[in-house]
């Protein structure tokens, strides 16, 4: 474990902003983040996991800990489910491909979402009428104030749409080291009719999918329509979707009978971002090497060279036309940094 200096952290995030972390350290164990901690209690830490829900606008000068803890195991298996515990570090969609090539369901909707596991319980990630919540039985995460490690179950962590107790009451006071997953060994409560999934499969010829057929879809799909990190720098969704009143949709209904939305409860539905900010001229609008990805208008994508700043810009000018055409307000999904 060796703290470096003046490290570029572009390889660290998928908008690949090339912003420089004055210390930065990667650990690979428990036992080392415990040690790193206890060494430097005095000095501000910037925790990093995938990198991928996140835009950096300038250069960090805290520590910047790469948490880099790798491994799976079984913690109990029963007739019908397993709870399976992942590291922190391991890659999301890897983690979700490996449950697929043994049978595990229940993650099969949120295959190729970018990021590392550890992250995924913070903003509950979610895809395809799916979210983290759904599979989540708990989590180990070491509170930083006392270095203990403590468990959280899933009613203990408050989860809401792209949301949970670790981006409110208990923001930055913990580091989560693993989490554990109920899955179902047979049986499995496929969904399959939110957005195209049902049209893939069909496109397929699949009438009668596996958990690995509605994977495949999902990952055809997200292909189709999210440009590839590794080839244009993005964070995947920029914007969540608005709730607003049952009242303010029907106002909107008015100026654009054609807006859809998704019931979310008697008095709320759900507008889908993409849409407002493609209908308000947006989408595959490029600003030099940046701008708004052509085939989804809630992707905001940087095509090399782009500051944290122009996105960050680009961002709010979104805001702000929605808003001023719409009466909605959209707020940012990625954390800016």
């Known amino acids: 474990m060796e703290i470096k200096h003046n490290i570029s952290l572009k390889p660290y995030n998928t908008f690949g902003i090339d912003v420089k972390a004055k210390s930065f350290v990667s650990v690979n164990t428990t036992e080392d983040l415990v040690t790193l901690l206890n060494t430097n209690q005095d000095q501000p830490k910037f925790i990093l996991g995938g990198g991928s829900n996140m835009l950096l606008t300038k250069d960090i000068t805290d520590l910047v800990i790469h948490i880099n803890l790798k491994g799976k195991s079984i913690v109990s298996e029963s007739e019908e489910h397993i709870l399976i515990k992942c590291n922190a570090g391991e890659n999301w969609h890897e983690f979700v491909l490996w449950c697929l090539e043994h049978n595990y369901g ?42 203990e490690i403590e468990t959280f179950k899933n009613s203990d962590c408050k989860f809401e749409y792209r949301n949970s107790i670790f981006k409110t009451t208990v923001k930055g006071q913990y580091i989560i080291l693993n989490v554990t997953f109920k899955l179902s060994t047979k049986n499995h409560h496929l969904k399959v009719d939110y957005g195209a999934i049902k049209e893939q499969l069909i496109q397929n010829s699949i009438s009668t999918p596996t958990i690995k057929d509605i994977s495949n879809a999902v990952i055809a799909i997200r292909q189709s329509k999210l440009p590839d990190p590794k080839e244009i720098g993005n964070s995947g969704s920029f914007f969540k979707n608005p709730v607003i009143s049952n009242e303010a949709f029907t106002n909107l209904l008015k100026n654009f009978p054609e807006a859809p939305c998704y019931k979310v409860s008697t008095s709320e539905v759900k507008v889908p971002a993409g849409w407002l900010i493609e209908t308000a001229g947006f989408k595959g609008k490029t600003f030099g090497n940046y701008g708004v990805h052509k085939k989804q208008a809630l992707v905001l994508v940087n095509y090399g060279g782009a500051s944290g700043n122009d996105i960050l810009k680009l961002s709010q000018l979104i805001q702000e036309t929605v808003l001023r055409i719409f009466d909605i307000e959209i707020e940012a999904e990625v954390n800016i940094l």
């Not at 099969?108 to 895809?127: F, R």
């Open 106 to 147: 229940g993650l099969e909707n949120m295959s190729l979402i970018p990021g590392n596991v550890g992250t995924s319980p913070i903003q509950n990630i979610g895809a395809y009428g799916v979210e983290l919540k759904d599979t989540f039985h708990s989590c180990e995460a070491l509170n930083l104030k006392t270095l």
